[in-house]
């Protein structure tokens, strides 16, 4: 069976740290771009940030660009965001997804891989 499920999101203060994880089975995890993207009630879905297979491209949105920070560790399925310093605005609904194309994954979103299901992050002022 095929899963990627999210983890580690809450509540937290603005100004504050939350680290993100995502781990997948099912599939073969290093031949999978991964990336993470969020969506806020009312809002259009948007990339956050994005990583190639091996680690050695990532892609970052420009709102999140210098306060989030993309990894993962292929020996562990896992993916991880580290979010810093963060603001009300990324309050929002975070989601993982994985895709064979990595360019196809920064423009918007798997075309033939998984989606997890979502780990709400909510930023208090």
């Known amino acids: 069976q095929v899963q990627v499920v999210e983890s580690g999101g809450g509540l937290v203060q603005a100004g504050g740290s939350v680290r993100l994880s995502c781990t997948a089975s099912g599939f073969s995890f290093d031949d999978y771009a991964m990336g993470w993207f969020r969506q806020a009630p009312g809002k259009e879905r948007e990339g956050v940030s994005c990583?190639?297979?091996?680690?050695?491209?990532?892609y970052y949105a420009d709102s999140v660009k210098g306060r989030f920070t993309i990894s993962r560790d292929n020996a562990k399925n896992t993916l991880y965001l580290q979010m810093n310093s963060l603001k009300p605005e990324d309050t929002a609904m975070y989601y993982c997804?994985?895709?064979?194309?990595?360019?196809?994954?920064?423009?918007?979103?798997?075309?033939?891989?998984?989606w997890g299901r979502g780990t709400q992050v909510t930023v208090s002022s």
């Open positions: 997804a994985a895709d064979r194309d990595y360019f196809a994954l920064v423009a918007g979103g798997p075309q033939f891989g998984y």
């Open positions: 990583i190639s297979w091996s680690g050695s491209e990532t």
